[in-house]
């Protein structure tokens, strides 16, 4: 049976994860507390990892109860900030931007997120494409291809690549909880998979391997078509219906036709 698996929330943009038993579905179709925060450079560019790899080094906890962030940087530095006040977010960017090397703020929206596709939901990714990935790479755990890849709905009992049929013409949508969410469009991938999430280091031929072995394994039900190309994955989807219900870990997920 299809199950959610993992809830996992990332509070500020491009730092680690969290993961929750629950998360509400924010009324802009995302989850609660994903993407919360953002750094952003003096030219408005949003801070992530594909800004600076800077960000692997660091170790981040975030409490959603308190909207406190702890830092530890490689040195065994530790700084904790309370995101959930202006004066916080003040010193939490003046602290980054030091750290970084840029003149940083830190901004808060708790209505969408700073999401890169704020007029779609949640990412949704099945366990077993997360086990089929990690065996393409050596000495790749399952838990690295997680935080590599960053989705937000890890769905098991299904297949690897599972999550694909839920693109492309007449795709079916997922039921759970009384949440609907239909699947949009698939995830291109940047070059932060290919790094290391504890220290930035590239996996040489990554994106070769990557696209080598997308290509053998590419499921007879998914549509090729909805791909501008293989390097891809996971699948961001919209909730159609159930804004402002909850998703839980060890729900029933269910597949809908149209």
Known sequence: MATIERLRVYPVKGLDGVELDRARIREGGTLEFDREFALFDAE??????????RVHELATEFDPATAT????????????????????????????GEDFGGDLTLDRDGEVGHVDRPDMGPSVISTATLEEVAAWFERMSVE?????????????????????????SGAPAIETGGVRIEGV???????????????????EGFRQRFLEKRRETFPEWAEEDAFDHLYSLMV????????????????????VQG
Not at 69 to 96: C, K, M
Not at 236 to 255: M, N, Y
Request: hydrophobic share 35%; charged share 30%.
């Open 44 to 53: 408005d560019r949003v801070v992530n990892g594909k800004w600076t790899d």
């Open 69 to 96: 962030l702890r830092v530890e940087t490689p040195a065994g530095e530790r700084q904790s900030f309370d995101l959930g006040s202006e004066a916080g977010r003040e010193t939490a960017g003046a602290w980054f």
């Open 144 to 168: 690295s291809a997680r935080r590599r890849l960053r989705a937000n709905v890890e769905i098991s009992g299904v297949p690897a690549f599972w999550e694909d049929r839920l693109v492309g």
């Open 185 to 203: 469009t698939p995830c291109a991938r940047c070059v932060v998979p290919s790094r290391d999430p504890d220290t930035g280091d590239p996996l």
């Open 236 to 255: 961001i989807s919209r909730v159609t219906e159930g804004r402002g219900e909850t998703l839980r870990v060890g729900d029933p997920v269910e597949v």
